[in-house]
Nanobody, 122 residues
Framework: QVQLVESGGGLVQPGGSLRLSCAAS????????MGWYRQAPGKQRELVAR???????NYADSVKGRFTISRDNAKNTVYLQMNSLKPEDTAVYYC????????????????WGQGTQVTVSS
């Protein structure tokens, strides 16, 4: 199993910055990629950013140039640096882990953090 613990959310003014953290524990050797998703009230959950074990990153078009995903392997932690925040970035942000295919068949592949609220407002 994999456990994910998120932190760093809060209230910020438009144009401000926040950094989200997601610490993974458990069967971390099984993780292929980790990513951040967000869900606003009444909206579908959407991918924000993703990073593979090899360091390949992917971003939603809406956050390109503003958000940066990174990882600290020594701490088993993934970060999401969010700059130039906009009101439309307001959502609950969730950390997600994708397991390697072989491990997913054993451990499952539905691992999410508890979510952290990000509110961008004046």
């Amino acid at each position: 199993q994999v456990q994910l613990v998120e932190s760093g959310g809060g209230l910020v003014q438009p144009g401000g910055s926040l950094r989200l953290s997601c610490a993974a524990s458990g069967s971390i050797f099984s993780i292929y990629a980790m990513g951040w998703y967000r869900q606003a009230p009444g909206k579908q959950r959407e991918l924000v950013a993703r990073i593979t074990s090899g360091g390949v990153t992917n971003y939603a078009d809406s956050v390109k140039g503003r958000f940066t995903i990174s990882r600290d392997n020594a701490k088993n932690t993934v970060y999401l640096q969010m700059n130039s925040l906009k009101p439309e970035d307001t959502a609950v942000y969730y950390c997600n882990a994708d397991l390697e295919t072989g491990w997913a068949t054993i451990l499952g592949n539905d691992y999410w953090g508890q979510g952290t609220q990000v509110t961008v407002s004046s």
